[in-house]
T-cell receptor, first 113, second 118 residues
Framework: SQQGEEDPQALSIQEGENATMNCSYK?????LQWYRQNSGRGLVHLIL?????REKHSGRLRVTLDTSKKSSSLLITASRAADTASYFCATVAGGAGSYQLTFGKGTKLSVIP | DTEVTQTPKHLVMGMTNKKSLKCEQHMGHRAMYWYKQKAKKPPELMFV???????INESVPSRFSPECPNSSLLNLHLHALQPEDSALYLC?????????????????FGSGTRLTVV
């Protein structure tokens, strides 16, 4: 079953601009992760933010988490053509037990050179 | 070695064939996963292996049969598939596994096997 819902479904920007993608989810989480997928191949893990964290940075990526609104955002600064890909948020359910990812529908990002 | 290797990359099979997908990792990860991804859709979990034992089967039809021969290998045996089973099959592994409660690392995915059932 899918938990996350990304917004927008598709985003087209010029190289150098910032890209913001949002993710909403429905149930309590242990953590939320963002992944990138190029051309329908394997997914690459970008960043993990725990439920008790509010913001996290990694290079040009900034992720925020608002557990009261059950939402997260991914900001890519100074975008490059190589950032063109689909981006998925994925949640891990709260509580003890299973480490399994449930993916949202994804945002397709196109960065125009 | 920080990779998950999946073979084959592409597979075309008839509905009466038996084939297997293979996944291998040498990172010492004790949890491994199979996901199915249809075009323009997110990946959907099929199976979870934790310490070589099947811990989750997401109501997957019996024509898909997983196997974990050892901690580095994960197979998915396919038999009597339908055309609607055509999809990208992704294998992943993780350093964290179920029961730990505290998950610090993401999954490492393979490049997938593009399966076409004719």
């Amino acid at each position: 079953s899918q938990q996350g819902e990304e917004d927008p479904q598709a985003l087209s920007i010029q190289e150098g601009e910032n890209a913001t993608m949002n993710c909403s989810y429905k149930t309590s989480i242990n953590n939320l992760q963002w992944y990138r997928q190029n051309s329908g191949r394997g997914l690459v893990h970008l960043i993990l933010i725990r439920s008790n964290e509010r913001e996290k940075h990694s290079g040009r990526l900034r992720v925020t988490l608002d557990t009261s609104k059950k939402s997260s955002s991914l900001l890519i600064t100074a975008s490059r053509a190589a950032d063109t890909a689909s981006y998925f948020c994925a949640t891990v359910a709260g509580g003890a037990g299973s480490y399994q990812l449930t993916f949202g529908k994804g945002t397709k990002l196109s960065v125009i050179p | 070695d920080t990779e998950v290797t999946q073979t084959p990359k592409h597979l075309v099979m008839g509905m009466t064939n038996k084939k297997s997908l293979k996944c291998e990792q040498h990172m010492g990860h004790r949890a491994m996963y199979w996901y199915k991804q249809k075009a323009k859709k997110p990946p959907e979990l099929m199976f979870v292996y934790s310490y070589e034992k099947l811990s989750i089967n997401e109501s997957v039809p019996s024509r898909f049969s997983p196997e974990c021969p050892n901690s580095s290998l994960l197979n998915l045996h396919l038999h009597a598939l339908q055309p609607e089973d055509s999809a990208l099959y992704l294998c992943a592994s993780s350093q964290d596994s179920s029961g730990q409660g505290r998950f610090r690392y993401g999954y490492t995915f393979g490049s997938g096997t593009r399966l076409t059932v004719v």
